[in-house]
């Protein structure tokens, strides 16, 4: 899961953190692993004295990140792991950094409509190791032939509105589709279709492929129940015309 050339970077930084905070050469051997099981943004720090090594964990965002910003996250690590009482500008603009993804976070689950975002933060639990970043995600029109879209370029799910009284395993299954979209576009640049290992992944939704038929048998059902609606306000109409007729 480690590319060396990344990696090196990082051991780079990691060595320049631990002389600013500890005031010496670090001796010991640094391994980075990249995990995308890790919350995001998240890191660790262990240190294996009888190995002289230290093993340094960390999500997958942290790979784009700007070297000050990491350079502030692996200092307070170390800070922490040696408890020192140690400041500075890096980690001064790390902690900003995280602020604002917090505000980001925020704003996205203001904007969002709960249910959805209910059912995103299930499937990222269940499906995805809480891996996945929370994006806007919206109830759409009532379309009963598009029910769900992922929009690369601004981060967000849309859900058709006849999924909003679904059972709960469908409208997840809608959204886990559109996950995987989302989760793809991060591991595979430019692969936006139903690929092979797109499919992979959607097969192992629980109760696949059942719950594919049980989707369409549903969609079908609400779009029969939608068309007498549609006739309701034209015999609301007829019946009001009736009154008149009634009345007279
Ligand atoms: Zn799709």
Redesign the pocket.
């Known amino acids: 899961m480690s590319t060396p050339e990344k990696d090196n970077k990082f051991v780079k930084l990691f060595n320049e953190a631990y002389s600013n905070v500890l005031n010496k050469e670090n001796t010991y051997t640094v391994e980075v692993k990249f995990s995308s099981r890790f919350k995001k943004f998240n890191g660790k720090l262990v240190l294996f004295r009888n190995k002289k090594l230290f093993e340094l964990r960390l999500s997958n965002e942290w790979k784009n990140i700007s070297n000050e910003i990491v350079k502030g996250l692996i200092e307070e690590l170390i800070a922490g792991l040696f408890k020192k009482n140690y400041h500075s500008f890096n980690i001064e603009i790390y902690r900003r950094f995280i602020r604002n993804l917090d505000l980001t976070n925020s704003r996205v689950e203001e904007e969002s409509d709960k249910e959805l975002l209910e059912s995103f933060k299930r499937v990222n639990e269940k499906y995805f190791n809480n891996s996945l970043d929370v994006c806007l995600v919206k109830f759409g029109n009532e379309s009963t032939t598009k029910l769900?879209?992922?929009n690369y370029h601004s981060d967000k799910i849309t859900i058709s509105k006849v999924l909003k009284d679904a059972p709960q395993r469908l409208l997840d299954y809608v959204m886990y589709?559109?996950m995987?979209?989302k989760y793809l576009k991060l591991s595979i640049k430019g692969k936006t279709?139903?690929s092979k290992e797109?499919k992979q992944l959607e097969s192992k939704y629980e109760g696949w492929p059942q719950v594919e038929k049980e989707l369409t048998t549903y969609i079908k059902k609400v779009s029969f129940r939608s068309k007498p609606t549609r006739r309701k306000k034209s015999s609301g109409i007829s019946s009001l015309f009736n009154f008149f007729k009634k009345n007279n």
């Open positions: 769900g879209e992922y589709h559109e995987i979209h279709y139903h797109f």
